[in-house]
Nanobody
Framework: QPHLVESGGGLVQAGGSLRLSCAAP???????????MSWYHQAPGKERELVAS???????NYADSVKGRFTISKDNVKRSVYLQMNNLQPEDTGVYYC??????????WGQGTQVSVSS
C-alpha cells in the first residue's frame, strides 16, 4: 500500500470547484498531528510548484495565485488532507501532488491526480 493515496481530480469548467483528498493511512496519529502536509501543482511543461501547506494542527499558507480560491484542511482522525479548489481557472490545469513531511524529516509524495479546467 502506498504511503499517500490521492483522489478527487477531474475535468471542470472555468469557475467550477473540485476537492482533492490525500490519505496517509499508515501514519500514526501523533506523527500526523505534528506533520506538514502540502499540495503541489505541476502545469504541463512546467516545474512543480507549491500551492498550499498546513503545518501542525492548523497553520496554513498559500501561493499568491490561489489565495481566496483554495483552502487546505486536514482531518487528523482520518489521516487526511484536503484541498478545496473554487473558482478554478484554465491555468490551474495540471497534476496535483500531495506531499507529506514528518517531524523526523521523512518525505513522501502522492502519485498525483489530474485536474483539467476548460475555458
Amino acid at each position: 500500500q502506498p504511503h499517500l493515496v490521492e483522489s478527487g481530480g477531474g475535468l471542470v469548467q472555468a469557475g467550477g470547484s473540485l476537492r482533492l483528498s490525500c490519505a496517509a493511512p499508515r501514519t500514526i496519529l501523533s506523527v500526523f498531528v505534528s506533520n506538514t502536509m502540502s499540495w503541489y501543482h505541476q502545469a504541463p511543461g512546467k516545474e512543480r510548484e507549491l500551492v498550499a501547506s498546513i503545518i501542525g494542527r492548523s497553520n496554513t499558507n498559500y501561493a499568491d495565485s490561489v489565495k481566496g480560491r483554495f483552502t487546505i484542511s486536514k482531518d487528523n482522525v482520518k489521516r487526511s488532507v484536503y484541498l478545496q479548489m473554487n473558482n478554478l481557472q484554465p491555468e490551474d490545469t495540471g497534476v496535483y501532488y500531495c506531499y507529506h513531511l514528518t517531524p523526523s524529516g521523512n518525505e513522501y509524495w502522492g502519485q498525483g491526480t489530474q485536474v483539467s479546467v476548460s475555458s
